[in-house]
T-cell receptor
Framework: SQTIHQWPATLVQPVGSPLSLECTVEGTSNPNLYWYRQAAGRGLQLLFYSVGIGQISSEVPQNLSASRPQDRQFILSSKKLLLSDSGFYLC????????????FGSGTRLTVV | QKEVEQDPGPLSVPEGAIVSLNCTYSNSAFQYFMWYRQYSRKGPELLMYTYSSGNKEDGRFTAQVDKSSKYISLFIRDSQPSDSATYLCAITDYKLSFGAGTTVTVRA
């Protein structure tokens, strides 16, 4: 069966520090991968998506970047965190053939202080 | 204009009541309509999906889509305290667009 792993679960980082969040998927190949951010009391905002290794599409210009070094690995990064980067970050995947079948990880709660 | 608008709530109902949740969308190209349930500090989980106008039932849950009005609904019958969560509508063409979510509390 397919599973998605996301870590860490909680992170507190100072302003100006770097960030690296990792997401891996097991049990499938060539998934579409997504990073979402959810601010308190707001819906999910799509940040990046990837349809293959090295292919990254950015939905919102910001202080973050994403990379996909391997088929089932998706990384969200920042060189210098801002207070506004605080939020709940979620990784998700789906197969190309199933438009509705998005599966989410358990999320990382990031607090920038 | 947001692609998906969802009633913000919050919504508080007594146990056993019917919960009614709604969303409207702007892009008629959207193909799939979903409802996700999100418990506190967890990732969303897919509750129901549909791709056509009409009703779809799954136990106590009914998803309704009206493509002519660009309106989708989720009904929860005989609500239970375990149904307390945030419910997000989501609609997709090539990417998933979410509503803001409605937080529902079912009081025992």
């Amino acid at each position: 069966s397919q599973t998605i792993h996301q870590w860490p679960a909680t992170l507190v980082q100072p302003v100006g520090s770097p960030l690296s969040l990792e997401c891996t998927v097991e049990g499938t190949s060539n998934p579409n991968l997504y990073w979402y951010r959810q601010a308190a009391g707001r819906g999910l905002q799509l940040l990046f998506y990837s349809v293959g290794i090295g292919q990254i599409s950015s939905e919102v210009p910001q202080n973050l970047s994403a990379s996909r070094p391997q088929d089932r690995q998706f990384i969200l990064s920042s060189k210098k965190l801002l207070l506004s980067d605080s939020g709940f970050y979620l990784c998700a995947w789906r197969t190309e053939m199933v438009n509705y079948g998005y599966t989410f990880g358990s999320g990382t709660r990031l607090t920038v202080v | 204009q947001k692609e998906v608008e969802q009633d913000p709530g919050p919504l508080s109902v007594p146990e056993g009541a019917i919960v009614s949740l709604n969303c409207t969308y702007s892009n008629s190209a959207f193909q799939y309509f979903m409802w996700y349930r999100q418990y506190s500090r967890k990732g969303p989980e897919l509750l129901m999906y549909t791709y056509s106008s009409g009703n779809k039932e799954d136990g106590r849950f009914t998803a309704q889509v009206d493509k002519s009005s660009k309106y989708i609904s989720l009904f929860i019958r005989d609500s239970q305290p375990s149904d307390s969560a945030t419910y997000l509508c989501a609609i997709t063409d090539y990417k998933l667009s979410f509503g803001a979510g409605t937080t529902v509390t079912v009081r025992a």
